[in-house]
């Protein structure tokens, strides 16, 4: 996930945040109240025996790391709780999204980014995983918080508007990465434009 300066600075930070959040027991995720996609889902993709389509929505994450990330300045101050959201947009399209919340049911919004990976192509199996390939072709953020637009604005050295999207390009890299999908589940790994990741990084997202 190394989409513009964002990705950039937070490769310790954010990715690193992230990727524990798969780790925990679920006794750290909170109930949440229902998530509403505002990203337009279509088509689907065939991984292995499975297929993908629609949209899948991880839990709402509140780990001590979320408050401890936004205490140090890695996140915006009001942020509480995180997770994350994949939608296939076409046969050959995904959007992989990050939504931030000020409070621990994810119910308000603090901020949400979205990378547009387009030629999703999948390759060979992996172990219990598959190596897929995509192109970085767009990034869009929204924040909906004063403390995630000053956040924003300083990552970003552009200025932003509560409530207003921001959309931009990609890295227009390909990338590698690894995805394990089930009739109702999709987890995938950290994409990288040189090799493949070993591991899943994400949560696990159940089909909406």
């Given at each position: 996930?190394?989409?513009?300066?964002?990705?950039?600075?937070?490769?310790?930070?954010?990715?690193?945040?992230?990727?524990?959040?798969?780790?925990?027991?679920?006794?750290?995720?909170?109930?949440?109240?229902?998530?509403?996609?505002?990203?337009?889902?279509?088509?689907?993709?065939?991984?292995?025996?499975?297929?993908?389509?629609?949209?899948?929505v991880s839990p709402c994450y509140s780990g001590a790391e979320v408050a401890a990330a936004a205490s140090a300045g890695q996140l915006p101050s009001d942020l509480l709780a995180m997770r994350d959201v994949?939608?296939?947009?076409?046969?050959?399209?995904?959007?992989?999204?990050?939504?931030?919340?000020?409070?621990?049911?994810?119910?308000?919004?603090?901020?949400?980014?979205?990378?547009?990976?387009?030629?999703?192509?999948?390759?060979?199996?992996?172990?219990?995983?598959?190596?897929?390939?995509?192109?970085?072709?767009?990034?869009?953020?929204?924040?909906?918080?004063?403390?995630?637009?000053?956040?924003?604005?300083?990552?970003?050295?552009?200025?932003?508007?509560?409530?207003?999207?921001?959309?931009?390009?990609?890295?227009?890299?390909?990338?590698?990465?690894?995805?394990?999908?089930?009739?109702?589940?999709?987890?995938?790994?950290?994409?990288?434009n040189e090799t493949y990741p070993t591991a899943m990084d994400s949560q696990v997202m159940t089909k909406q």
């Amino acid at each position: 996930m190394k989409k513009l300066l964002f990705w950039i600075v937070l490769i310790v930070g954010i990715v690193v945040l992230l990727g524990s959040c798969a780790k925990k027991d679920e006794a750290t995720t909170a109930a949440t109240v229902t998530f509403t996609s505002t990203t337009t889902a279509a088509g689907s993709i065939t991984v292995g025996s499975e297929t993908m389509s629609g949209t899948y929505v991880s839990p709402c994450y509140s780990g001590a790391e979320v408050a401890a990330a936004a205490s140090a300045g890695q996140l915006p101050s009001d942020l509480l709780a995180m997770r994350d959201v994949l939608v296939v947009t076409s046969d050959t399209s995904i959007s992989e999204e990050t939504h931030a919340y000020t409070d621990t049911t994810c119910s308000t919004l603090s901020y949400y980014s979205k990378d547009g990976n387009t030629s999703f192509s999948v390759g060979v199996a992996s172990g219990d995983y598959y190596k897929v390939t995509y192109t970085e072709t767009s990034f869009k953020a929204l924040v909906d918080t004063t403390a995630a637009e000053t956040w924003w604005e300083a990552l970003l050295s552009t200025g932003l508007t509560v409530g207003t999207e921001l959309s931009g390009t990609g890295s227009g890299k390909n990338e590698l990465n690894l995805f394990s999908v089930t009739s109702t589940t999709v987890q995938i790994g950290d994409d990288d434009n040189e090799t493949y990741p070993t591991a899943m990084d994400s949560q696990v997202m159940t089909k909406q």
